[in-house]
T-cell receptor, first 113, second 113 residues
């Protein structure tokens, strides 16, 4: 049973465009939602994270939008660059009371110059 | 500050053999989590160690076991290797000071033939 569902599986965006990746979850006990970026042959690197008490968090070109009632959250990459080409994973965790992160299946992003 | 390191980088084993993977947590982190990442999939939680004790386990059989040492480094042991154990094994460290943030190592690529 996939606790966190992620879409799309792959995404191709022109340089300068906006990349949008979506995730949905079922467990309302989740209260921490990070996004990870992974390059081939490397471990995932924390990109940005959000808690359910806010609807949006922005860090540079990366923004998380969070919809608690719909149990959905998304990553927006503004002004996408070829260097952003990587696999992106959403995840969810129960915070301090939880020790297990549940990951989505990943989105392979390709930014075309 | 030293990041999370893992060894070896790559490993090839035969079905039925046993393997030990090692992880050194980031300086100051007392919690280590292990994940299995199959090709094209998101990481799957194996277990977590906190202060040398197992602190949660995912849906993995007992032939997956671990240890954490007083310096917070950790080992993942897998007995009776199966072909499906071929994957990237990731270690992530964290601590109360990092809150819910986990920092991943580069992983060990295990191939079982």
């Amino acid at each position: 049973q996939q606790q966190v569902k992620q879409s799309p599986q792959s995404l191709i965006v022109q340089k300068g465009g906006i990349s949008i990746i979506n995730c949905a979850y079922e467990n309302t006990a989740f209260d921490y939602f990070p996004w990870y970026q992974q390059f081939p042959g490397k471990g995932p690197a924390l990109l940005i994270a959000i808690r359910p008490d806010v609807s949006e968090k922005k860090e540079g070109r990366f923004t998380i939008s969070f919809n608690k009632s719909a149990k959905q959250f998304s990553l927006h990459i503004m002004d996408s660059q070829p260097g952003d080409s990587a696999t992106y994973f959403c995840a969810a965790n129960k915070g301090f009371t939880g020790n297990q992160f549940y990951f989505g299946t990943g989105t392979s992003l390709t930014v075309i110059p | 500050e030293t990041g999370v390191t893992q060894s070896p980088t790559h490993l090839i084993k035969t079905r039925g053999q046993q393997v030990t993977l090692r992880c050194s947590s980031q300086s100051g982190h007392n919690t280590v989590s292990w994940y299995q990442q199959a090709l094209g999939q998101g990481p799957q939680f194996i277990f977590q160690y906190y202060r040398e004790e197992e602190n949660g386990r995912g849906n993995f059989p007992p032939r997956f076991s671990g240890l954490q040492f007083p310096n917070y480094s950790s080992e993942l042991n897998v007995n009776a290797l199966e072909l499906d154990d071929s994957a990237l094994y990731l270690c992530a460290s964290s601590s109360l000071s990092t809150g819910d943030e986990q920092y991943f190592g580069p992983g060990t690529r295990l191939t079982v033939t």
